[in-house]
């Protein structure tokens, strides 16, 4: 007697040999059974044989792609994303009402025969013969599942996906054979397990939990039998059984499906009548899918974390290699985003600029000593709407920001200042720093070839009262932009360049700075990330750390959770502890009585820098506190605006200043994104003033002065009562004689106490 597997299916060699049987005899009966019953049949028999055995024995399956949920660092969701939106689960988990449905209508005999269904088979060939065309199919549930497998694997490209489902003889005989196979590793249950976890149902969903959550807003293990029906009705045709789009083609489906339980005897007729009149209750959740959903403002961070995910070869070779995994998803993403910062993030934009503005504005703050981006934000908000746009102005062109960042303006100051405090400049360095100078030359370049200013270029300062000399605290307090200029002079551009690289700042499109001059005034687009992370080197006492968005990602594969390797914040000395301790000082000058004023927290200690661009295109500000670092940018994404005579969150600017509206973002950022958190404090230097140092040398002569006179009021106090004049004409308290000021004398007898005057002095 033939050798029976469990659950009624022939073994591998006779279902192959039945194929090959049945395929002589029909012509193309198993190959070709979605095609007419007509035309070249012996040819087409041989095809299939040769086929047959041409086909590799295992079938690859991939993974289940599914979604992938983005948190917080508290473990609060972002947002999810994918590109099937799956949730993977098992049998346990799936309501039996469906399982029965599923069975009932797409292949009743499913526990009754192997990988191809013989009778079914055969009258799906005498129908479609005597119809002359395709009305009837005879996949069994496995060669469907592995019909959705090949589906599955072709992803979203759309070539593929036409290969995989393509109506030939070729790929019917491939889904036999590996139906096969399938049959003989899996089992009925996992099929079935399988097949409910791959199949679509329409409206973006793919498998039961996916579905039972779009349709109903509940799991799929709680599925009623109308439920279940309506749902196994679905896949024959997801399109046209949309109950979303046609309730009553749906629901004459779902009816079918009952009735046709009902038939194999899963349900009575009672209740597959009860069944049938039950109202549809659709309780439809609609797809919340990608960045665009992303909670709190964060739809750029999540951007951010997808393009950094893509980009960076720790989560494969290629960016291919990469998105096939971010596709296939299942991931669990914990980020580094600060809830209670992120939401001081979106507070300040809000208050300060309207998303219809003709500017906008960006935020990026991350954490000094660790990398970790804490919050990133722009008054623009994600999307693809008026007013919206799906462009990350904080950060880099290569992980989804503009194409060139934004030129910087005067904060890029510090990092001159720091170039040369580094080359041994002392703090009290001087520079004439006239109003208006041509750029100096020749300037020492890293190349050797020195810049030289060949076309008579020309800076000025913002005022006509800026004229120097001027020392360097002076001058960063009032951002004089010859100081700067001379000062990269004196230095040369490679120190500046060194530094600027230690601190890992590019240009927006990724390229070094160039080595010019003007580089020093911040004549360069950078990215708001890009400044936030350099100052916080500041902040830490010259460490600089690589910006990091990823804490920890875990990925579900089957029943198990696997953890991936994640990108580490790299640290590395960018300057002496002494040159950033100085820079802060400098800094804390400028929020204190320097152009960033408006930008001062009162509550801890802050140091920052203002910025403004040619025409007022750009403004800036970047600052930090010993463990927060933030960098605000306004301006126009297309840089086609200039900030005068502007309204900007509804308060008019004559002119926009880098202090004015930048500054007040930044303090309301930092101000609740701190709130609750340790103060700390900066390690400041003192900073000799040589112009204080003569003042008070000069106070302090005074004061020896005035001690003289005391105590020579005190002499002649005491010899009043000596003297006729000194006490008969009210010498007073420490008078010193006719026509001298007394100063402090001691009760000259008869005197009336020293409260008089004598003859031609002063009140003493």
């Known amino acids: 007697m033939p050798k029976k597997r469990s659950g009624g299916g022939l073994s591998p060699t006779q279902q ?13 009966v198993l190959a070709g059974i979605a095609l007419p019953a007509v035309g070249a049949l012996g040819l087409a028999a041989k095809g299939s044989v040769e086929s047959f055995d041409e086909l590799p024995a295992n079938l690859k399956t991939p993974p289940l792609s599914q979604r992938t949920t983005i948190l917080d660092a508290d473990g609060g969701t972002i947002a999810q994303v994918y590109s099937r939106d799956r949730t993977v689960v098992g049998l346990k988990d799936i309501s039996p009402y469906l399982q029965k449905a599923i069975v009932a209508i797409e292949d009743s005999r499913f526990y009754e025969h192997g990988a191809v269904d013989m009778k079914g088979v055969l009258r799906a060939v005498n129908k479609n013969a005597r119809s002359g065309g ?15 497998v090949f589906v599955e694997e072709a992803g979203d490209d759309p070539t593929k996906v036409a290969q995989a489902t393509q109506q030939t003889i070729g790929r019917k005989i491939r889904e036999l054979k590996f139906a096969i196979q399938v049959e003989e590793e899996l089992g009925k249950k996992k099929i079935l397990e399988n097949y409910l976890n791959i199949t679509f149902f329409g409206q973006q969903a793919y498998g039961v939990e996916a579905a039972a959550q779009r349709y109903f807003s509940k799991p799929a293990k709680d599925l009623s039998l109308p439920e279940s029906a309506l749902l196994a009705g679905i896949v024959q045709s997801p399109t046209r059984y949309d109950p979303i789009n046609d309730e009553a083609e749906a629901v004459k489906r779902r009816n079918t499906v009952l009735q046709r339980m009902a038939e194999v005897g899963d349900i009575s007729p009672a209740e597959a009548e009860k069944a049938q009149k039950a109202p ?12 665009i959903t992303a909670v709190k403002g964060a739809g750029f961070f999540c951007d951010y974390v997808r393009q950094v995910f893509l980009t960076d070869p720790v989560f494969g070779k290629t960016r291919e290699d990469r998105a096939k995994v971010w596709n296939q998803g299942g991931l669990t993403v914990r980020t580094t985003l600060d809830p209670q910062a992120q939401e001081s993030v979106q507070s300040s934009l809000k208050n300060h600029v309207n998303k219809n503005d003709s500017v906008a504005a960006a935020i990026t703050l991350v954490e000094p000593g660790t990398g970790k981006v804490l919050g990133m934000g722009q008054s623009k908000p994600y999307g693809y709407g008026n007013n919206e746009t799906e462009i ?22 510090p990092f001159v200042a720091a170039a040369a405090l580094e080359q041994g400049r002392p703090p009290t360095q001087e520079y004439s720093s006239p109003y208006e100078m041509p750029y100096p030359g020749p300037v020492q370049t890293c190349s050797g070839k020195p810049w030289v200013n060949t076309t008579g270029e020309t800076v000025p300062n913002e005022d006509k009262s800026e004229v120097g000399p001027y020392r360097l605290n002076e001058a960063m307090a009032k951002s004089v932009n010859t100081y700067f200029v001379q000062m ?10 060194k530094l600027t690289d230690a601190l890992h700042v590019v240009q927006g499109s990724g390229d070094k700075l ?10 360069q687009g950078v990215s708001p990330l890009t400044m936030a992370s350099a100052y916080a080197a500041f902040a830490s006492r010259g460490t600089y750390c690589t910006p990091v968005a990823i804490e920890s990602i875990s990925q579900k594969v089957g029943e198990r959770q696997k953890s991936l390797d994640v990108p580490k914040s790299t640290c590395s000395r960018a300057m002496s502890e002494k040159t950033a301790d100085t820079i802060s000082t400098l800094l804390q000058g400028v929020v204190d009585s320097g152009t960033g004023q408006q930008a001062g927290l009162r509550d801890r200690a802050n140091a920052g820098k203002t910025g403004t661009t040619d025409e007022r295109k750009n403004a800036w500000f970047v600052g930090y506190t010993p463990n927060l670092s933030g960098a605000v940018w ?12 502007i309204s900007i969150g509804g308060t008019y600017h004559p002119k926009v200043y880098g202090g004015s509206v930048p500054g007040p973002i930044w303090r309301d950022a930092m101000t609740n994104a701190l709130t609750g958190k340790p103060a700390g ?17 000069k106070d302090k002569d005074k004061d020896r002065d005035k001690d003289k006179d005391r105590d020579k009021g005190r002499d002649d106090g005491r010899n009043g009562d000596e003297g006729f004049i000194g006490g008969l004409i009210d010498g007073g308290t420490g008078h010193g004689g006719p026509g001298f000021p007394g100063n402090g004398g001691n009760n000259g007898n008869n005197g009336n106490n020293g409260n008089g005057h004598g003859p031609g002095g002063r009140r003493g």
């Not at 990350?392 to 100051?413: A, C, E, I, Q, W």
């Open 16 to 28: 192959a040999a039945k194929f090959l049987g049945v395929s002589v005899l029909s012509g193309a």
């Open 134 to 148: 395709v009305s009837q199919g005879a996949s069994t549930l496995t060669q469907q599942y592995v019909k959705n």
């Open 392 to 413: 990350n102005y904080s950060v880099d062109h290569r992980t989804g920001g503009s194409n060139y960042g934004f030129p910087t303006g005067s904060t890029f100051k």
């Open 280 to 291: 549809l209750e659709l309780k439809v959740s609609r797809p919340k899918n990608g960045c």
């Open 681 to 697: 404090s900066f390690h400041l230097v003192d900073i000799p003033d040589p112009d204080k140092d003569k003042d008070k040398e």
């Open 514 to 523: 160039p080595e010019v001059p003007a580089v020093s005034l911040g004549s």
């Open 488 to 497: 990269v002079a004196d230095i040369g551009l490679c120190p500046v360049v």
């Open 634 to 645: 306004v301006g126009s994404a297309t840089q086609q605006v200039r900030m005068v005579n």
